[in-house]
């Protein structure tokens, strides 16, 4: 099976499913779980509390179907999706996918349904706690070195072209875009908790999460579109973005 990567701004929520991962902040599959030695994406989908029932069999599960989806749509896009191309990524038969799926449109809402899982996991939980006063200045420095890994992660990745493709498809379909909202304001929030634990106000760290965050999906578009390198522009706007905030 060909590995896939799913869109984060971390690189720990890029789950390669050729390698036995889980999404960021899900704990190892448990053997409890009932999915012990089953596929790499299952054990995926399981942290995630999809349903795999069953979890494992003799050929492809039904994550495999999901990834599969996911690998092609990063390739060729979204009119490469039928059960005809994606039986043949694995490997299969056509009928294989219909075991998981009654149609092509409940496999897309599985992988909308995946998408959002995973990139609703934190962009900062191991920052220390920013006390009231304002006094922690390892707390600062620890956001303001989060921050500049942000600019740094995702150039050229595949994950970048699954989500440039999720927000195409919304401007269509009621359920991408929904799924797409949910996750916008999720990172939106968590960008703007970590600019004001880097030291801005509330109104400073809300302006500019939304700054940076605009900034990081334009560029990863143009990255797919023309050629162009984000790293760089990313790391001059969160050296600006901290650079302007108030003293003190």
Do not use: N
């Not at 897309?108 to 920052?127: K, S, T, V």
């Not at 901290?242 to 003190?248: D, E, F, P, T, V």
Request: proline share 6%.
């Amino acid at each position: 099976m060909m590995p896939v990567t799913i869109l984060m701004l971390r690189p720990e929520d890029r789950i390669d499913c050729s390698a036995p991962l889980v999404a960021q902040g899900a704990a190892a599959v448990p053997e409890a779980a009932g999915v012990a030695g089953a596929e790499p994406a299952a054990e995926i989908m399981a942290a995630g509390g999809a349903d795999l029932s069953p979890a494992v069999t003799s050929g492809c599960d039904r994550a495999d179907w999901i990834v599969a989806g996911f690998d092609l749509l990063a390739e060729e896009g979204w009119s490469a999706l039928s059960p005809a191309r994606i039986a043949a990524r694995l490997s299969g038969s056509e009928a294989g996918f219909f075991l998981y799926f009654s149609d092509l449109d409940e496999l897309l809402q599985a992988m909308f349904d995946l998408w959002e899982r995973l990139a609703l996991g934190p962009l900062a939980a191991e920052l220390p706690t920013l006390p009231p006063d304002g006094s922690s200045s390892a707390t600062r420095e620890a956001a303001r070195a989060r921050l500049a890994e942000l600019a740094d992660e995702g150039e050229g990745a595949p994950a970048a072209a699954i989500e440039t493709a999720l927000r195409e498809r919304a401007a269509s379909d009621p359920r991408a875009r929904a799924a797409v909202e949910r996750v916008d304001r999720h990172r939106l929030g968590g960008l703007s908790a970590l600019l004001q634990a880097a030291g801005l106000s509330e109104p400073q760290a809300r302006q500019r999460a939304e700054v940076f965050y605009a900034a990081r999906i334009g560029l990863d578009y143009l990255h797919g579109t023309t050629g162009l390198a984000p790293a760089a522009p990313m790391r001059a706007l969160a050296a600006a973005v901290l650079g302007l905030r108030k003293a003190g």
